[in-house]
């Protein structure tokens, strides 16, 4: 299948934001400027991850579905439970839908698919798939159980990504005042975070859990319905900005499972078995950190990583079906 430079350029560039915020998650306490980029990439990198992950969700057979991402997300379910037991000595119990650290995209991935197809039939259901993001957040019953919460907090970026016509932001993006428009915007949006990111509640960005459990009961709608509007400003306005040739960071967008999948094991090896993070201090230290992530971005998208996660990716489930028909 011939690649899309332009959405693997986003892809790449996304990917590269997701470890980098990752990693400096520790300091966001310790330094404006790390609150402010964490805070910034959070606002927009997982509804951007959704919307991009919706425009190639045409094809969705339910076996494929099943081979391609919920077999890689039990075999990484069961390697985190040996890790986080034998290896981080974190002990817990094995719950296959309370997905482990970043495991929850690829649950919520799952069902996106599954439903998408169903769904897209309904009428108004853009909006109706917002409402129920923000309506979602008064539940406090849900909990991370099978990522239910954030599956429907951003299932209407999914959504807007299915819908996305490629061809026709091209045509508007074309014009030189559409993306002067788009980049003054963007710069606008994140000066108010870097004024503000002191007083911006993490958590809401996250979605991951109730508006009650974050503190935020009465006015967590607001926050939300807010961020919905900025994830979505800022997602086309880098749309219009995104190159569309090949550059050296393309092949990363390439290779965004890998990336995605295998970073969260070192971060949390490094977390659970050295002091690094607690031994980071200075502004210079923090900043190798970033140099860090990005280095081991570029490290995770070498062919043997891709490999590995092409392999979970194919496991002969159909073989193994119909085994078990043979048997019964």
Known sequence: MQRDNYFDNYRGILMLLVVVAHFIGPFRNDSHFMKFLETSIYLFHMPAFAFICGHFSRKNDLLRLVKRIFVPYVI????YHILLNYVWGRETDFRLLLPKYSLWFLLSLFCWRVLIDKIIKIKGIIPISFLLGI????????????AIGRTVAFLPFFILGYRFDKNKCMEFAKKYSVKICSGVS??????????????????????????????????????????????TLIIYFIAVLMPRKKHWFTYLGQRTMSIYLLHGIIYKSIEYLTDAYTAIETKLEMGLTIVFSVLLTLVLSLKPFHLIIQMLSNVPVEKMLLSEEENE
Do not use: C, P
């Open 135 to 146: 309506l979602v957040g008064f539940d406090t019953s849900i909990g991370e159980f099978a």
């Open 186 to 231: 963007l710069f606008l949006i994140f000066s108010v975070v870097f004024l503000e990111a002191e007083h911006i509640n993490f958590s809401i960005l996250s979605m991951k859990n109730s508006y009650a459990k974050i503190g935020e009961l009465e006015r967590g709608w607001i926050y939300r319905l807010t961020a919905y509007i900025l994830a």
């Open 76 to 79: 990484l379910q069961i390697v």
